[in-house]
């Protein structure tokens, strides 16, 4: 049984920071490229960042950029997301999914083409 499973997240001020993990087991993710989304209360579940398998090719989204980053250590099947000057519109569970092989950068921010997904983990950033 694949299973994804997320760490790290918590309260934080504003402006500061916090590294979600998100740990593979069960089966081989050769392959999966790797993604983070977030939904906040009454939202829609909104892309955050995704990393091809190789780690080469990242995308991240505009709410995001130049404060998020994500990436991967696919020795120990783990994908990480460093979120920094976080604002309170951050506050969202941060949910981290798998989908198998090479997706464009457009593919990466549909959740439907994701194959697994983790449980979440919440983060609250207070103003």
């Known amino acids: 049984q694949a299973q994804l499973a997320e760490s790290g997240g918590g309260l934080v001020q504003a402006g500061g920071s916090l590294r979600l993990s998100c740990a593979a087991s069960?089966?081989?993710?050769?392959?999966?490229?790797m993604g983070w989304f977030r939904r906040a209360p009454e939202k829609e579940r909104e892309f955050v960042a995704a990393i091809s398998w190789s780690g080469g090719r990242t995308h991240h989204a505009d709410s995001v950029k130049g404060r998020f980053t994500i990436s991967r250590d696919n020795a120990k099947n783990t994908v990480f997301l460093q979120m920094n000057s976080l604002k309170p519109e951050d506050t969202a569970v941060y949910y981290c999914?798998?989908?198998?092989?090479?997706?464009?950068?457009?593919?990466?921010?549909?959740?439907?083409?994701?194959?697994?997904w983790g449980q979440g983990t919440q983060v609250t950033v207070s103003s």
């Open positions: 069960g089966r081989a993710f050769n392959g999966y490229a």
């Open positions: 999914a798998a989908m198998y092989g090479r997706p464009t950068a457009q593919d990466m921010g549909v959740p439907k083409d994701y194959d697994y």
